[in-house]
């Protein structure tokens, strides 16, 4: 059974850092691309990071994000991290990571395979 567990969010003053850590089981994880997305309340979930299968060599942002998001895996840990600074409020969210068998951290959700049940996200001004 695949387990995605995704922690680290909170409440957090704008400016602020916050980082996400997603913790799989159950599948290969180095096999797989992970992503991470978000969802505004009253709003469409949207990309956010994606990183490539094994090394993870390959990452993609959404221009939302680019230069204050940083997406990491750590294999041996069976994890993947979503680092957040200079956070803004509309970074609130509950954020969310997934899994695909496709290679790229790509942004269209329909192909990941696995997802986790989300952490919650609040920037204040």
């Not at 990071?49 to 990491?72: L, Q």
Request: net charge neutral.
């Amino acid at each position: 059974q695949v387990q995605l567990v995704e922690s680290g969010g909170g409440l957090v003053q704008a400016g602020g850092s916050l980082r996400l850590s997603c913790a799989a089981s159950g599948l290969t994880f180095s096999m797989y691309a992970m992503g991470w997305f978000r969802q505004a309340p009253g709003k469409g979930r949207e990309f956010v990071a994606g990183i490539s299968w094994g090394a993870g060599g390959i990452t993609s942002y959404a221009e939302s994000v680019k230069g204050r998001f940083t997406i990491s895996r750590d294999n041996a840990k069976n994890t993947v991290y979503l680092q957040m600074n200079n956070l803004k409020r509309e970074d609130t969210a509950d954020y969310y990571c997934a899994a695909n068998s496709l290679g790229t951290g790509h942004g269209r959700d329909s192909d990941y395979d696995y997802w986790g049940q989300g952490t919650q996200v609040t920037v204040s001004s």
